[in-house]
């Protein structure tokens, strides 16, 4: 039996939150892809001494969190759209999960972004002594170097372009002080760290809050189309 009324409001609002949904599941899926297949970083993951670095993790969580979202969104299509009650349980019961998953990620996240941010700069480090022990010749390193350098405008462990090892990889400085001290990268990737790392739970946060109005949304669906069914005599 069709909807009427509020149910059919809380069907199409179900419907544009499917939409949203798709659109940061589809943005997390490219991103991570992206950054797992690009020319600049895919390297990253053929070196077996960076497999278990937080780059490769976060990219890993990316691709698999994107995933998930758009396995959500086909169960909330399906069910909304046909009115299925089977397929709404499932994208209710997937949408609380997630939602517990996007707070739990977005706490531990920020509580421990001093961390992560070691982390990133251990990853960084290790990377920079495998360019320089090879002897500068390693094609792969140089060019994740010359990325992480670029978008951070920093230039290698020490930031003096005088004695740094790898001062080929490194941006041109701004400015005449630039030439004798830049940004060194671990000081630079610390800095950024506590700046994404409010961004980051604020994203996963606002998800969550979305995943939840769904949620309840879904719940008063489910509600109406049992009610619906019962009084025109259909299971």
């Excluded at 009650?85 to 996240?109: D, K, M, P, T």
């Amino acid at each position: 039996m069709a909807l009427d009324g509020s149910g059919l409001i809380y069907k199409y609002t179900l419907f544009i939150f499917n939409l949203i949904f798709a659109l940061v599941g589809f943005a997390f899926l490219g991103i991570g892809l992206w950054l797992r297949f690009s020319d600049d970083t895919r390297g990253i993951f053929e070196i077996e001494a960076l497999n278990s670095s937080v780059f490769v993790t976060a990219v890993t969580v990316l691709i698999a969190l994107g995933s998930v979202m758009l396995i959500v969104v086909a169960f909330g299509y399906y069910g909304t759209c046909n009115e299925k009650r089977s397929a709404l349980q499932v994208f209710s019961f997937l949408l609380f999960i997630l939602a517990v998953a996007e707070v739990a990620v977005g706490v531990v996240g920020y509580s421990n972004k001093d961390e992560v941010g070691r982390k990133i700069v251990e990853f960084y480090s290790s990377m920079y002594d495998l360019y320089v022990t090879g002897g500068g010749t390693d094609q792969v390193f140089g060019v994740i170097l010359t990325f992480i350098h670029n978008r951070l405008h920093c230039c290698g462990v020490t930031g003096v372009p005088l004695v740094e090892l790898v001062k080929h990889t490194c941006p041109e400085p701004d400015g005449f002080f630039e030439h004798v001290k830049m940004d060194s990268c671990p000081e630079a990737i610390l800095s950024v760290s506590y700046t994404i790392g409010e961004l980051v739970m604020g994203i996963f946060f606002g998800t969550a809050a979305l995943l939840i109005i769904a949620l309840v949304c879904a719940i008063i669906l489910l509600k109406r189309t049992k009610r619906d069914q019962q009084s025109s005599g259909t299971v």
